[in-house]
């Protein structure tokens, strides 16, 4: 695990424990609170991040945000069973029916001990911490769960899983809402825009993003660079159209 600042505020922890992609875990420390933004495959993967916070926090309230209820965004929640874990009011329900079946299908990555623990405060549309600049609002793309947050006095939008690069992954078939998504992202005119498995994104992958999925919703045949960004198509592609 490497551990970057990525803004005033803001340090990143880089994991590299899963083959394909690196996932990124982002510690937010503010005027009265700190929000650990996903936690990762268990409490291993946890226990440098519980470090760095005992030694920053000054009685400061930490808060975690669940992005979504995969796996890899949520195996380290028992590690914060005394504090506020905020996730959206669909994502304990999903997170809840498949957790036998992602835990059986990903047990090869469990980092320590991981036992269910599903977000203990949910939302509907959004939720403010006015005095803190932070705003966590839903917004459905990757997943029909998916939120994301935004740092009003950083400007930087962190995206979850809906934004990656080189490819998106579809995981939800509602193609038109995850549009909608991309576009109330760039209303917020971030400045910095970052995510769980991509690191340094911009608004120009937003555009991007939003072709891809017209694109694929046409059924456009598309050229791709490489073998991997080729499966996550025809991964994407059978989820909509139902063909490999």
Partial sequence: MENIKISKNCDAFIYNDLEIYTTNVFLIEKKSKIFLIDT?????SMMPIKEIIKHKNNNKEVIVIN?????????????????????????????????????????????????????????KENINFINEGIEIF?????????????DHDEKILYAGDNLEKPIIHV???DIETYIKTFKKYL????????????LNLSEEDIYQAIEYLNDLKNGKKIEFETEHMRKIHMENCNLIHGIL
């Fill in 171 to 173: 995981e939800n078939n």
């Fill in 138 to 150: 839903y917004s459905p793309g990757h997943t029909v769960d998916s939120i994301s947050i935004f």
């Fill in 67 to 123: 992005t979504h209820f995969h796996w890899d965004h949520v195996w380290g929640n028992s590690s914060f069973k005394e504090n506020t874990i905020i996730g959206h009011e669909q994502c304990g329900e999903l997170l809840d029916k498949y957790w036998e079946e992602q835990l059986k299908k990903n047990e090869k990555y469990i980092s320590g001990n991981v036992e269910k623990y599903l977000p203990n405060v949910t939302f």
């Fill in 40 to 44: 990762f495959c268990g409490s291993d």
């Fill in 187 to 198: 209303d917020y005119k971030p400045k910095k825009i970052t995510a769980s498995h991509t």
